[in-house]
């Protein structure tokens, strides 16, 4: 089987990338930093209309998609049109699209102005958000596939025998709530680390929270700062209508506690209290993050719980995930094609 992979060459793009050559080693890939190394593309990607680049967009995918391929695997790309898909479609058997983002909301700007158009023309759509349900609905999107986020083994060492002598992090991007969120933790006197950017843009609660805010983190070194600390607090993002994210399964997979944000779906995958912790608002989370600490054998259950659920009982390794995509069955009925996974 011949593939094409389309993505950035950074950060889960390159590792899915990596996943998928694992397990089919004639796969090729396209680097699409072209995009964004280019400063005023990127600006108007995010600010304006991308329609006005969409004769450099066609022209870069007809430079470079030249060879005919089984299966064209797009990563996360908003640089994409009606055009240059109808060209690509030319080029394959199937157009499969792993949506890591929410192309329907208004986070991201105009960032994802051209996916609505392309959605007919694409075999199979894989969203990693069980929540994207509703938008798949709306949208009609008939050609899907929902999946839980992956964990990597090649990034994600299994690090929960490992001393942990740090007690509290979160590792994400600012967002107006998380702002008010960690005053209330700190106010409380909940002592913690924050690994992110953005969180200058804080004009209410930046100088209180500057002495916790560390640097940003690449990819790797954020697997390596989750497995310093005894409890990782999980977040979700509203901008994104998330009701899981990727940080959901990594940081169990790393071996640490995750205390996250509780959602109906995610305490079906982590069963609350036995393989995760969950809150419902600040305060909450204060009063279980300081009991946890004063209790850290109850910690150090939890996350071995959480590891052994993660990578063995779930088995959320990035490999066997694309493995189920790669091999997925589509089976037409009248009314919708059904994906079975």
Known sequence: MKILFIGPNNGTSKHNYLSIKNLNKNTDFLNTDYFDKNKIFKFFLWHTNLKIFNHQINLFYKN???KDYDIIFFNNVPEITKKSILEIKKKTKKIFFFC???????????????????????????????????????????????????????????????????EVVFIGTWFPERGKFFYELKKKGLNFDIYGNKWNKDKKY???????????????????????????IGLLSKGNDDNITRRCIEI??????????????????L???????????ADECYK?????LKNENRIK??????????????????????????????IKSKKKLIIRY
């Open 64 to 66: 470079n998609v030249k």
């Open 100 to 166: 890591g983002d929410n192309p329907f909301t208004n986070r991201d700007k105009f960032r994802w102005k051209n996916f609505k158009e392309i959605i007919p023309f694409i075999d199979l759509i894989i969203f990693h958000i069980e929540g994207r349900k509703k938008y798949i609905k709306k949208f009609n999107i008939k050609k899907y596939l929902i999946t839980v986020p992956p964990y990597y083994k090649e990034v994600h060492f299994n690090n929960v025998r490992k001393i942990k002598k740090k």
């Open 206 to 232: 930046y100088k209180y929270l500057k002495e916790n805010i560390k640097k940003a983190l690449n990819y790797k070194e954020t697997a390596k700062i989750i497995s310093k600390y005894k409890i990782n």
């Open 252 to 269: 169990p997979a790393t071996g640490s506690l995750l205390c996250c944000e509780r959602t109906k779906f995610l305490k079906l995958i």
């Open 271 to 281: 069963k609350e209290n036995k393989e995760a912790i969950y809150f419902s608002s």
């Open 288 to 292: 279980k993050c300081v009991y946890l």
């Open 301 to 330: 259950n939890i996350s071995i719980n959480g590891n052994i659920k993660v990578r063995k009982k779930l088995n959320l390794e990035a490999k066997n995930i694309f493995k189920k995509i790669l091999n997925f069955n589509l």
